[in-house]
Nanobody, 122 residues
C-alpha cells in the first residue's frame, strides 16, 4: 500500500484547506483510514478516521470543523478542514490500518503511512 498526501499549504486563521490522500489499493475488508498530525517535539495525534463500514471518528479538537471522506473511486481519502486555527498548524499524515479492530486513535495500530503534507495557519 502506498499513500501520497497533497493539498497542504498556508492559510489564514478561519480559512479552509482540503487534504487528499491517494492510495495504491483499498481492498482490505477490515480497513481503517485516518489522518494524523504532528508538530515538532510532540507525539503524532489522530485527527479523524474512516473505516470500511463508513464509520467516522474525530478528535474533540476538530469536531464540527473537519470532515473526513472517501472519493467515489474509493482510492482517495479527503480531509476537509474549515475554520482553521493556528493550533491546527502541523504536518498531516494519511495512514492505513489493514487489520482494523476498532482502535482508531493509536498511531501504532496503523501499518502504512504517507510522507506528510504541511499545513500552516497564521
Amino acid at each position: 500500500v502506498q499513500l501520497v498526501e497533497s493539498g497542504g499549504g498556508s492559510v489564514q486563521h478561519g480559512g479552509s484547506l482540503r487534504l487528499s490522500c491517494s492510495a495504491s489499493m483499498f481492498t482490505y475488508s477490515r480497513l481503517c483510514m485516518a489522518w494524523f498530525r504532528q508538530t515538532p517535539g510532540k507525539e503524532r495525534e489522530v485527527v479523524a478516521s474512516l473505516d470500511s463500514d463508513g464509520t467516522t471518528e474525530y478528535a474533540d479538537s476538530v469536531k464540527g470543523r473537519f470532515t473526513i471522506s472517501q472519493g467515489n473511486a474509493e482510492n482517495t481519502l479527503y480531509l476537509q478542514m474549515n475554520s482553521l486555527r493556528p493550533e491546527d498548524t502541523a504536518m498531516y499524515y494519511c495512514a492505513a490500518d489493514i487489520d482494523y479492530d476498532g482502535s482508531w486513535e493509536e498511531a501504532l495500530d496503523y501499518n502504512y503511512w504517507g510522507q506528510g503534507t504541511q499545513v500552516t495557519v497564521s
